[in-house]
């Protein structure tokens, strides 16, 4: 088919909140506190483990990795995000939009893997805990997070490379506030069918698998725990499960609501909210998850800021 109206697109204009005119000033103070709050809790959890030898262990370990999944996934989005809430220039480069897609999912397939791996640690440790040492030794777990960084690549590669292939004619408006995979497809002037499939199938195996694997891993540890003579062991083990089970549920809950759909089902301005959730919200709740539910956590803090104040 040929497409009469077809242009050469250099960059793509991000309209976002643009219709909230002043408000977008209260957006950039809500949004400039959420940011910060987030990327300096994550690396506060990854300097709080790196420095206390009493938390170097796979499960910080892993937690680390996720922390700093967080930060870069949250830090691809909302910079650009701000500059836009206070700048009247909206535009993107196609380069931009690029990147900002290939961090997008290379940081998101990075937080899924991370966490069936922080599941498969709580699953060896609750119900195989005599042989947790030997099965999660040093070797296995740089080898599992080398996989989970490595999973990345080829995602955010093929995704951004497909998407920004297409030819885009008549508007180069996004209505959102990143360059996202369905609101660019949804200016594409071309058949898209080939892409939402691998899209489908790719989400299917990299978000929907993690989640039945992470979701069997739980269903053996809780018959584990509830085989446990003792109450107080009970509570202990499902302590240690706790903050994974709701970071996990904040995280595939807003991403599978938000990429699974065709691309006839996007329209403007219905997906921001449920955007904004796991886009800045998630990322924001974590690190608290994590800090204020983990005792660990909370005493190797303390001393940290203890020996800082005493330095």
């Known amino acids: 088919m040929a497409w009469s ?35 300096i809790g994550n690396f506060l959890i990854i300097l709080v483990i790196s420095m206390d030898n009493t938390l170097h262990c796979p499960m910080y370990f892993f937690l680390q990795n996720l922390s700093f999944a967080e930060a870069g996934f949250i830090s691809a989005i909302v910079p650009k995000m701000l500059v836009n809430l206070l700048s009247k220039n909206k535009a993107i480069t196609l380069l931009g939009c690029r990147a900002q897609i290939y961090f997008v999912f290379f940081f998101g397939a990075m937080e899924c893997y991370i966490l069936i791996v922080m599941a498969y640690d709580r699953f060896v440790a609750i119900c195989n805990p005599l042989r947790y040492t030997i099965i999660m030794n040093r070797k296995i777990c740089v080898l599992l997070v080398a996989a989970v960084w490595t999973s990345g690549f080829p995602i955010g590669t093929i995704q951004s490379t497909w998407l920004l ?29 080939r892409f939402e499939l691998f899209s489908l199938i ?3 195996i990299n978000l929907l698998c993690p989640f039945i694997l992470i979701l069997v891993s739980y269903i053996c540890i809780i018959r584990t725990i509830l085989k446990m003579p003792s109450i107080e062991g009970r509570r202990k083990a499902f302590s240690t499960c706790s903050s994974h089970i709701i970071v996990v549920t904040l995280f595939y809950g807003s991403a599978s609501l938000t990429h699974f759909r065709p691309k006839a089902s996007y329209s403007s301005g219905n997906n921001h909210l449920l955007s904004l959730s796991y886009v800045i919200v998630t990322p ?19 001393r940290l800021l203890s020996r800082t104040i005493c330095f």
Do not use: W
């Open 5 to 39: 109206n077809q242009t050469m697109v250099n960059e793509f204009i991000l309209l976002g909140f643009s219709s909230l005119g002043q408000l977008q000033i209260l957006l950039f103070v809500v949004f400039l506190v959420f940011y910060v709050v987030t990327v």
């Open 165 to 193: 292939s297409f030819p885009f004619c008549g508007s180069n408006e996004i209505s959102h506030f990143f360059c996202d995979a369905p609101p660019v497809l949804y200016l594409a002037c071309a058949d898209t069918y």
């Open 202 to 204: 790719g989400t299917f």
């Open 284 to 302: 924001m709740l974590n690190p608290i998850i994590y800090s204020l539910r983990n005792k660990e956590m909370k005493k190797a803090l303390s």
